[in-house]
């Protein structure tokens, strides 16, 4: 076999400008795909990260029903404290499960006694919403932290309300809220802090005490809207979910919801996983059409030299695997080069990061990586349709009529 | 002991609804150890002889016992293995592989065809390369060879399998009278020294001469046995 690959090696050699260009266009599709995988992973991870960290959690148990009235924060949509309990016992039981912050959402006016808007405001008990979101307290653009989050009395408010309305942390603002009983209630509180704007879903909302939050709705039960869920790791996410809706399907009344059920940014997700699956498909295309092309040429241009070897009598099947050898020595070395090209460039990207706009964010930086399993799969893809493109050249080689290919001119 | 025995062989191509014959009811036994040469113009029907006794092709009528085998017989694959095992062949362009050197060309077969070990290819590569004088241009490439010495490399390939039967397609064809008359020469000494038989095509009177047997073909017929031993 080291024979009939050092073979093809000089036969790949002998034209070698073809070599050259059939070779390149393969690098440049490993390239692009790498470096498409790397990065729009890179960006996916960012998102994520930044929806699931700082915002969603990983997923959210709610009472049967919110998920769909969600844009108008019902307050009579509630869990109630049994509800919560039953909750609490099957996340404690989950292992996958390493922290939750129960939350009370709802909507509210905002005055910083000259102007009024609306704001979302979520009640958290502070530590536990920091260990459930711990990207939170970086997005604190002005103000500070207080235990692990904001002190009763205080609100984080998002920076949007806070240019607006020309508000800093130490300022009073003035919160009014619907009760349930369809009362109104309002409350000074002191800004704390200014969250920078994120994107998606809870990404300018406001966050208050979860005390503060039952006293200014006047609630008498501890109730709360939802319970956002870290895991250890995301792609526990499927399993730890369907584990968790099982131990909740007795309580009836509660439903479990994974962070791509609850953010749009899952169809960007969806929609950049197709396009990594068009990309590969263009791949292939590229490998085949290139491979097969010059596989073809080297078979014209070797009628005669096939004839002698068939004609003293080389079996059929070692010609066959001298033009696959060709056609794969391609691809490794398509595959080497390319893999090896994209590795320098992520490192490159990392060492000059590119930052960019989503959304109303700004700057973020991509931090590109590139995983041993996607190259692996690309490698494999490419050698994989090197050989599959040489079948059809390599079999016509080692079937080839003697005598006919020895008359070639 | 003949090493080919051919009777009523023959061979019809068919050009759409036209029976072209090419060689017409040929008989005719080679001894071992002979020099052997078809003779004839072109379109005499040589070259279909070679090929049919190099079992590249099938008679249409007629037998062929090659080595003792009934060749006409054997399926694509058999006559592969067939070919690999016990024939060598010289052709008239040389067909030495331009990106192996003169050594890695005599290994070919050896390697290729019949999977020798390294040790044992090393060997009968050596020995080769001094048996034709080219031991000091082992290293070199066929576009650094002259026709002469590609030719002197073709005969060594031949010979590496050490082929019982070596057959040769116009083998001086594209060589100078001097040359063509040592590569001759060189197939005489090993036919000699190896014992192998050699058939070659020509349709040079001058080469002609340097046979000791010749079969003469005219429009695919056997027109003169000299010196071959006559058959059926």
Redesign the interface.
């Known amino acids: 076999m080291a024979?009939?690959l050092k073979?093809a090696a000089?036969?790949l050699?002998?034209y070698w400008r073809r070599t050259l260009l059939t070779s390149g266009l393969v690098i440049l599709g490993v390239v692009a795909v790498l470096l498409f995988i790397a990065v729009s992973g890179s960006f996916k991870s960012l998102i994520v990260g930044q929806i699931t960290d700082s915002m969603l959690g990983h997923l959210q148990v709610h009472r049967r029903g919110y998920v769909a009235s969600i844009d108008n924060l019902p307050l009579n949509l509630n869990m109630k404290p049994a509800a919560v309990a039953q909750a609490e016992k099957a996340l404690e039981g989950d292992d996958a499960v390493v922290a939750w912050s129960p939350r009370l959402k709802f909507g509210s006016m905002f005055s910083n006694f000259t102007e009024t808007t609306s704001i979302r405001l979520n009640g958290v008990l502070p530590e536990r919403e920091a260990a459930a979101m711990p990207m939170l307290a970086g997005r604190l653009v002005q103000g500070s932290v207080a235990n692990g989050l904001l002190e009763r009395g205080k609100v984080l408010i998002p920076e949007i309300i806070a240019r607006g309305m020309k508000i800093k942390p130490g300022d009073t603002v003035v919160l009014v809220a619907t009760n349930l009983d369809g009362s109104v209630n309002g409350q000074t509180f002191v800004v704390q802090g200014v969250l920078g704007d994120v994107t998606g879903p809870g990404g300018r909302d406001g966050y208050v005490h979860l005390e503060d939050a039952r006293a200014l709705l006047r609630m008498t039960e501890a109730e709360v809207s939802e319970i956002a869920v870290r895991l250890k790791d995301l792609g526990a996410l499927p399993a730890a979910k369907a584990r968790i809706a099982a131990a909740l399907a007795g309580a009836g009344a509660l439903e479990v919801h994974g962070w791509d059920q609850l953010s749009p940014f899952a169809n960007i997700a969806r929609m950049i996983d197709l396009l990594d699956l068009f990309i590969r498909v263009m791949l292939v295309g590229i490998v085949l059409i290139a491979v097969m092309n010059v596989m073809i040429m080297a078979v014209y241009e070797r009628i005669?030299?096939i004839?002698?070897?068939?004609?003293?009598?080389?079996?059929?099947r070692?010609i066959l695997a001298?033009f696959l050898a060709e056609g794969a020595l391609l691809g490794v070395v398509g595959t080497a080069i390319g893999v090896a090209l994209s590795l320098a460039l992520v490192y490159a990207l990392n060492v000059w990061p590119v930052q960019f706009a989503f959304g109303r964010e700004q700057q973020l930086v991509l931090a590109p990586s590139l995983a041993g399993a996607d190259a692996l799969l690309i490698g494999a893809i490419v050698i994989v349709m090197a050989i599959l493109a040489s079948l059809q050249p390599a079999w016509k080689a080692a079937r080839m009529d003697?005598?006919t290919a020895?008359r070639h001119v | 002991m003949n090493v080919v025995v051919a009777d009523k062989l023959s061979k019809t191509y068919q050009a759409g609804a036209v029976a072209v014959p090419a060689v017409r009811e040929a008989s005719f036994a080679i001894g071992g150890g002979s020099l052997v040469a078809f003779v004839g113009p072109s379109g005499s029907g040589k070259s279909t002889l070679l090929?049919m006794v190099?079992c590249?092709?099938h008679p249409s009528a007629g037998t062929l016992q090659v080595l003792g085998t009934n060749v006409a017989s054997l399926d694509r694959?058999a006559a592969?293995?067939?070919?690999?095992?016990n024939?060598?062949?010289i052709?008239q362009?040389f067909?030495l592989?331009?990106?192996?050197s003169a050594a890695e060309n005599i290994e070919?077969?050896l390697?290729?065809?019949q999977n020798r070990p390294a040790a044992e290819r090393r060997a009968r590569v050596m020995e080769l390369l001094e048996a034709v004088g080219m031991a000091e241009q082992a290293d070199k490439r066929p576009d650094q060879l002259s026709g002469g010495q590609k030719q002197r490399v073709a005969v060594a390939?031949?010979l590496a399998t050490k082929a019982k039967l070596v057959l040769a397609d116009e083998p001086t064809a594209n060589l100078d009278h001097d040359t063509a008359y040592r590569i001759l020469e060189l197939m005489k000494k090993m036919r000699d020294e190896q014992g192998t038989t050699f058939v070659f095509s020509t349709h040079d009177p001058k080469i002609v001469g340097e046979a000791e047997v010749v079969l003469t073909l005219e429009d695919g017929r056997l027109v003169n046995n000299s010196g071959a031993k006559a058959h059926g």
């Open positions: 024979k009939i073979l000089r036969n050699a002998r005669r030299e004839g002698m070897i068939s004609a003293i009598g080389t079996p059929p070692r001298l003697p005598i020895l | 090929n190099g590249l092709d694959r592969a293995d067939f070919r690999g095992a024939l060598g062949f052709f362009d067909n592989i331009p990106v192996l070919y077969p390697l290729m065809v390939r031949a």
